[in-house]
């Protein structure tokens, strides 16, 4: 997870610098629910280009896969890639927490208890020394189990909470990896100087923030703002209830080049909001090809 965090922040650095591109996610559904995902992106810096493909179905679950090519247009490596994208997914948030969230944070609440929640907690582990997690999920079963065994593997100490409420309320750090369509947190637990990562929802009908939420932020971070225009409902519904909001989203990358400030104060409420980019899985698969001994 450390050196996912690394690339990944490279990444978002050579994308304010104009050294790589990304292009947003798009669908394609049939009437049986199936769909059909696909996000490209390249990355001059490092000479890596790749697709991420993928299909989702009710029944069948999520199958992904990533093409990596080189910068001549040779092809490189077929990559699994479902834990790819769950590693990346985390380190991306772990870049925000390390920017954004108070040098001092040391508790953190999560909404959520699935595969991405994981890595999710492992990432905000990385760049913070936690004394204390609390988890919620739906399920007691899924909750009490997650805590078991991420405190086993992470030596920290975690809890399972009853509620959303009870996991967000004195936080310092909130993350939501949920696949709820309705909002799971209320901006009315958010307390001055907390850092929230928002990286469940990716799709323009479903969010896990309500309206509040986001206007209590002092500063929203996005992977991307286009991204987030085409499939970020958390910001989408708030923006559309309050009229405007756009012009408050900044991309993480220039906090990251410098071209915009991050976090000011010690009580501002600090938002990222990760969709997840091709970009992400570029900097992350372009690294395991080379682990591999193929160049």
Request: charged residues 20%; neutral net charge.
């Amino acid at each position: 997870m450390s050196k996912a965090i690394e690339l990944v922040e490279a990444g978002f650095r050579h994308l304010a610098a104009g050294q790589a591109r990304n292009h947003p996610r798009r669908r394609l559904q049939q009437d049986s629910s199936a769909t059909l995902h696909y996000m490209p992106a390249l990355d001059l810096a490092t000479g890596y280009l790749a697709i991420k493909v993928y299909s989702t179905h009710p029944q069948t679950g999520a199958h992904f896969t990533l093409l990596l090519y080189a910068s001549d247009g040779r092809p490189l490596a077929s990559i699994e890639a479902n834990a790819l994208g769950q590693i990346r997914t985390g380190a991306a948030s772990g870049v925000a927490t390390r920017l954004l969230a108070r040098p001092d944070a040391r508790v953190l609440g999560l909404i959520g208890s699935g595969f991405q929640a994981q890595t999710q907690l492992e990432a905000v582990a990385c760049v913070r020394q936690l004394t204390d997690v609390r988890v919620f999920s739906r399920s007691q079963t899924n909750r009490t189990r997650f805590a078991e065994e991420m405190s086993g593997r992470l030596g920290i100490p975690i809890r399972p909470v009853e509620s959303g409420e009870r996991a967000v309320r004195g936080a310092d750090i909130v993350a939501t990896a949920t696949t709820a369509r309705d909002p799971v947190l209320l901006g009315e637990w958010l307390e001055p100087g907390t850092h929230l990562n928002a990286a469940g929802s990716n799709h323009a009908r479903r969010r896990e923030l309500d309206a509040a939420a986001v206007g209590a932020a002092d500063l929203i971070v996005a992977d991307s703002i286009e991204q987030s225009k085409m499939e970020s409902g958390d910001l989408i519904a708030a923006f559309e209830a309050a009229g405007s909001g756009w012009e408050r989203v900044v991309e993480i990358g220039d906090v990251i080049a410098g071209k915009h400030a991050g976090r000011t104060g010690a009580n501002q409420v600090t938002l990222f909001k990760s969709n997840g980019l091709a970009l992400e899985d570029v900097a992350v698969a372009g690294w395991v090809y080379q682990q591999a001994g193929l160049l």
